[in-house]
């Protein structure tokens, strides 16, 4: 050991930082000659109880030269931070924190203005959110030895709404209902089977697609689309809009189409007026007001029979029953009533009769070019080319008698169900006018002249007109 005037901590000084994660050393009241070996150095860091982390190398460097360590506080060792633990975290299916409505860009770069919208659909049993628990952490080490704890992450946890559950463990949260995912105040999660609109449907809520039932509480403007899985209630008017539903559409202000509102339903649909609109429904049509040039196919029946109950102009079709109060106008405009036969099949039959016709002109093409080419065969004049073409269209022509076969199966099928027409009829509670056309299954009978009160059913092969009771 050297031999000095004062204790060896007169001359250096250890020092520990106050979270104990570092010790420093420093050279003071040292003279130009002032030695000192590494293991004077260890054994004074020792009777300052430093134990972890030491830097021996640095140490080593300062017994060879401490005079250029004078007068500088040297971190000598280092503990280990704790590293807190992760806090738990909530991921969702869906991003909810949208602060503005922005348009749909399209893939061109184009913006759909009508897209600005978008319902969080989910169906029962569906994923919604999941739930990462938080972790422990890991613990450090400070330079005096002492165990530094970490703190644990904190745990995230779902705040459940309305039509909501999560699982035993609570690391899953699912929808109890098909509906809309809303996010409300305090951040709680909640399923609503209705989306509601307080006003207008217009570029500020755009097209409408939802798992559930839609209510508008205003007008549906033109060019919008809404669909929804369940009903549509509009308490305004509809334009020339396209409204789908799986249940039933509710229209309180009518329906002004511009020959381009579209309404299908898989229920019922219910509205005060229609005109110049296309309404296919697979159940019942009620209107209290009017039917105006309009396309209608209803599965069941056509009820028009408020206080003014009138059908003018346009076609209408309904597998079972149309009434309504007044049927066509004083002016004789064309009325067409179709009952006794799904609208579809009674379509499906215009369709292929077109086709028919049009397979027997093809028909027709192809025997006389076979013709020619028989005659040109006899006559020995047939090229390789020529008998390569006989040899397609005999094939063609075959083709063609079968599928023109089956067509007139399919025609033979729907004509059967045409004449089952005996419980179909067409109710009128007040006048049907000249220009009116009754079909019942596949039977016509043209009105002439205004009759009153009138009712016509399908008998024995005829449309019969009797008494409205």
Known sequence: MLERNMPLDYYINISVSDNKLSASLLITNAEADFKVTIGELEDLIQKNHIVHGLNIPLLAQIAADPKSFYHQKVVIATGTKPVDGQNGSIKYIFVFDEDEKKPLELDDGRVNYKEVVTLHNVRKGQLIGQRSLATEGTPGRAVTGETQFAKAGKEARFKLGKNVIADAEQRALYSAIDGMVVRTDRDKINVFPVYEVNGDVDYNIGNIDFIGTVVIRGNVLPGFKIRAAGDIRVTGGVEAAELEAEGSVEINAGIVGQNKAH???????????????????????????????????????????????????????????????????????????????????????????????????????????????????????????????????????????????????????????????????????????????????????????????????????????????
């Open 263 to 469: 309404i299908k339903a898989g229920k019922n649909v219910k509205s005060s007026f229609i005109q110049d609109a296309t309404i296919e429904v697979a159940g019942e049509l009620l209107v209290s007001q009017s039917i105006m040039h309009s396309t209608i196919r209803a599965g069941k029946a056509v009820v028009c029979s408020g206080s003014k109950g009138l059908i003018v102009g346009g076609t209408i079709q309904a597998g079972e029953r149309v009434t309504a109060r007044t049927i066509g106008n004083t002016m004789s405009t064309a009325t067409v009533v179709e009952v006794g036969v799904l609208p579809e099949l009674r379509n499906e039959m215009i369709t292929l009769r077109n086709q028919l016709r049009v397979y027997m002109e093809n028909m027709d093409k192809t025997d006389k070019a076979l013709t020619l080419l028989d005659s040109l065969a006899a006559a020995g004049q047939l090229t390789p080319d020529k008998v390569a073409m006989r040899i397609k269209l005999n094939h063609t022509k075959k083709q063609a008698i079968e599928e023109q076969n089956a067509v007139k199966d399919r025609i033979f099928e729907i004509e059967k169900s045409l004449e089952d027409s005996e419980k179909a009829k067409v109710e009128v509670l007040s006048t049907v006018y000249g220009g009116t056309k009754i079909v019942i299954g596949r039977y016509t009978k043209f009105i002439k002249d205004p009759t009153n009160r009138m009712t016509f059913r399908l008998s024995e092969g005829d449309i019969t007109m009797s008494a409205y009771v």
